[in-house]
């Protein structure tokens, strides 16, 4: 049985940072292309970012370029995304995401595997 946990959200102001992680239990990390995404209110869910299975490809979204970064430690069994600048805007719940695959594409419906989320709120 997969499980993802997320931890690190939390409370931030505009131009500060927050460390997201997701830990994977019930099987190796090292097996799945992870990312993440959001959902604000109102809004669909949405592609932030992604790493391979191998870590070496990773992918961003237009809107985070430059600003966050997306890790894994296969031996730790977990993914982390460092959010720096954060805006107003990017005020979402952060979902950790898995598909057991080499890669994780941008569509919600390719995702295997979802962590119950962790809200961040950015205040200017």
């Known amino acids: 049985h997969v499980q993802l946990v997320e931890s690190g959200g939390g409370l931030a102001q505009a131009g500060g940072s927050l460390r997201l992680s997701c830990a994977v239990s019930g099987r190796t990390a090292g097996n799945f292309a992870m990312g993440w995404f959001r959902q604000a209110p109102g809004k669909e869910r949405e592609f932030v970012a992604s790493?391979?299975?191998?870590?070496?490809?990773?992918d961003y979204a237009d809107f985070v370029k430059g600003r966050f970064t997306i890790s894994r430690d296969n031996g730790e069994n977990t993914v982390a995304l460092r959010m720096n600048d954060l805006k107003d805007e990017d005020t979402a719940v952060y979902y950790c995401?898995?598909?057991?695959?080499?890669?994780?594409?941008?569509?919600?419906?390719?995702?295997?595997?979802w962590g119950q989320g962790t809200q961040v709120t950015v205040s200017s």
């Open positions: 995401a898995a598909r057991l695959d080499l890669r994780l594409r941008r569509a919600a419906r390719e995702v295997d595997y």
């Open positions: 790493i391979s299975r191998n870590g070496i490809s990773p």
